[in-house]
């Protein structure tokens, strides 16, 4: 069985950084596309940032020019850096690997990121 470990949340001050990891535990055969996803309290999980096996990213808009996402295939890791965090950004962000051989969507236990004003 797969499992996605995320790390780098924490608390901090608004135009701060943090920097997220996500770590498969074993190798996932043909990865299509790799997401960061996140969940605030009351609300739903929403997309923050994906990458294709082919380097393509996608941003959501309120998170487009601060956060940078990026991926290591052979590694099964992938990276979300973030910028310029502000209180809105606060929320429990997981991290979903899709296999692009079985469709099979692997998730994280999730990292929660606090943002202070």
């Known amino acids: 069985q797969v499992q996605l470990v995320e790390s780098g949340g924490g608390l901090v001050q608004a135009g701060g950084s943090l920097r997220l990891s996500c770590a498969a535990s074993r190798s996932i055969f043909s990865i299509s596309t790799m997401g960061w996803y996140r969940q605030a309290p009351g609300k739903q999980r929403e997309l923050v940032a994906s990458i294709t096996s082919g380097g393509w990213t996608n941003y959501a808009d309120s998170v487009k020019g601060r956060f940078t996402m990026s991926g290591d295939n052979a590694r099964n890791t992938a990276y979300l850096q973030m910028n310029s965090l502000k209180p809105e950004d606060t929320a429990v962000y997981y991290c979903?690997?899709?296999?692009?051989?079985?469709?099979?969507?692997?998730w994280g236990q999730g990292t929660q990121v606090t943002v202070s004003s």
């Open positions: 979903k690997i899709q296999s692009g051989v079985t469709g099979r969507d692997y």
